[in-house]
């Protein structure tokens, strides 16, 4: 029996009921809709680097999205759920339109990305989505919507994040005929492109330099290294109204829906650094070496080993700024609603 382990890139989770995959949007509307029909249990997945399931698994139907067509049309590129999304950068370049360059390198599928509006150096999805077609399981029709119907309303948000409502089934991004990026406004990615911030870049080369720079920080997949074992940032960035007193240091930058402090500099900052918790429990949970954001797979943990951990980080947080930090991923037959008291 396949287990989420083997279909997630934290490595752990328990046994899957049953699997499918979709081959085509057909496909993936007729698995889900035949499931909800029986009434039973069903979870959409892409490349399971946003999700943690919990040790018991998941008792229905798991379906894992597997359409990967990419058509280019003008400056339009249609893409199925299913797409590896590094293959549609890559195919975007390809095809000489820029845009997606700076969201290079990001693992899972096309149709991960609306779910929490992806985002890298300075480029969300959101931004570059024209539409995209979702089933609606409960009215059981497909529509098409545009991007101001996706709820991208605050940082890593959207229609799609806390409800299995929506299904993707494809996207269209409209992007530029250029082989010229737009301005780049993060000062390490301008560093490594060696110019100023604010200049463009040839696409190809941003593309070079993201890469480069999310291997240094273990955000590109690389199965023999722990660092990467992991869903990328754990923790989501706490978007408040009110700064607390004790986190007056922190840095703090705007959203829409108020004050967004980065959750990696609040976890070093409460005594949780790169590399931290090596020393707890069986060695199996750590934050990643490269920055606090992350929490990794060391190798044989489970996902109770994980949200013990995360609870363990999370109280710590709180005890040190008044700020309660809660998952970016999506936990599934799990919870670190428990204290973090470690072995
Ligand atoms: C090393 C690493 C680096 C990362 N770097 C970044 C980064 O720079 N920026 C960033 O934003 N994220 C990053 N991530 C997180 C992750 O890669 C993205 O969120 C990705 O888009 C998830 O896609 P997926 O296909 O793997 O989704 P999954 O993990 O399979 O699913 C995640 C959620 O989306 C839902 N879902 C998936 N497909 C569909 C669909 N077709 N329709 C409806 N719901 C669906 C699932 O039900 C689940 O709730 C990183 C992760 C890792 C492991």
């Not at 989505?129 to 979702?134: G, K, P, Q, Y």
Request: hydrophobic share 40%; net charge negative; charged share 20%.
């Amino acid at each position: 029996m396949t287990t989420f382990s083997e279909l997630t890139t934290m490595r752990v989770g328990g046994p899957i009921g049953e699997l499918a995959r979709a081959r085509s949007a057909q496909e993936l509307v007729d698995l889900v809709r035949d499931a909800d029909a029986e009434g039973r249990p069903v979870l959409v997945m892409g490349g399971g680097s946003n999700l943690v399931v919990g040790d018991q698994g998941f008792d229905g139907l798991v379906v894992q999205t597997a359409a990967a067509d990419i058509d280019v049309r003008g400056e339009f590129l249609t893409v199925g759920a299913g797409a590896a999304w590094d293959d549609v950068v890559v195919a975007s370049l390809a095809a000489g339109l820029g845009g997606l360059e700076p969201l290079s390198g990001i693992p899972g599928t096309a149709g991960g990305t609306p779910v929490q509006n992806v985002g890298a150096y300075g480029t969300l999805t959101s931004e570059l989505l024209h539409s995209l077609t979702v089933y609606d399981r409960a009215s059981g029709e497909v529509e098409t919507w545009g991007p101001e119907h996706c709820g991208f309303v605050s940082h890593r948000q959207s229609a799609f994040k806390h409800s299995d409502r929506w299904v993707v089934l494809d996207l269209t991004f409209g992007l530029r005929r250029t082989t010229k990026s737009a301005p780049i406004h993060f000062a390490d990615l301008a560093a490594r492109l060696d110019i100023p911030t604010r200049q463009t870049a040839p696409t190809t080369a941003v593309r070079t330099a993201v890469l480069g720079l999310r291997s240094e920080r273990r955000m590109v997949l690389d199965p023999d290294d722990h660092d990467t074992w992991s869903v990328g940032s754990f923790f989501i960035n706490p978007v408040l109204t009110e700064v607390p007193e004790k986190a007056a240091a922190c840095p703090r930058y705007p959203d829409p829906a108020g004050i967004k402090l980065p959750a990696g500099w609040l976890i070093d900052h409460a005594g949780f650094p790169p590399g931290y918790g090596r020393r707890f429990g069986r060695g199996t949970v750590a934050l990643s070496s490269k920055h606090a954001l992350a929490v990794t797979n060391r190798g044989g943990a489970t996902t109770a080993d994980i949200m013990t951990f995360a609870a363990h980080v999370r109280d710590g947080v709180e005890k040190a700024f008044d700020i309660r930090l809660g998952p970016e991923c999506d936990l599934v037959n799990c919870a670190f609603d428990e204290t973090g008291a470690l072995a």
